[in-house]
């Protein structure tokens, strides 16, 4: 069973960076699916980026591409979302999650989910 634990968001300032990290366990295979969604209140669960497990190809949604990047470390079964640049319409709960669908931009297809995270962005 594939475990996900999103590192702790926080509040912070338009123009600001942060980094999200997560924690992979129970196997993820080569060919997963890695991505990082979010949520904001009212609204939808949104794509924000995805990553292969192995091969490292990578897709971003339109309204973050430029701004944030998606990345992964195997040996420490890791994957970062870089958030930089922030602005108020970022702030959300964000998901990191996994599947084998790729590629994957749809939340539905993707079958394991970590807790999620509150990024706030202040204006």
């Known amino acids: 069973q594939v475990q996900l634990v999103e590192s702790r968001g926080g509040l912070v300032q338009a123009g600001d960076s942060l980094r999200l990290s997560c924690v992979v366990s129970?196997?993820?295979?080569?060919?997963?699916?890695m991505g990082w969604f979010r949520q904001a209140p009212g609204k939808e669960r949104d794509f924000v980026a995805a990553?292969?497990?192995?091969?490292?190809?990578?897709i971003y949604a339109d309204s973050v591409k430029g701004r944030f990047t998606i990345s992964r470390d195997n040996p420490k079964n890791m994957m970062y979302l870089q958030m930089n640049n922030l602005q108020p319409e970022d702030t959300a709960v964000y998901y990191c999650?996994?599947?084998?669908?790729?590629?994957?931009?749809?939340?539905?297809?993707?079958?394991?989910w970590g807790q999620g995270t509150q990024v706030t962005v202040s204006s």
């Open positions: 999650a996994a599947g084998v669908k790729w590629p994957v931009r749809d939340y539905r297809d993707l079958a394991y």
């Open positions: 129970g196997g993820v295979f080569s060919g997963y699916a």
């Open positions: 990553i292969r497990w192995s091969g490292g190809n990578i």
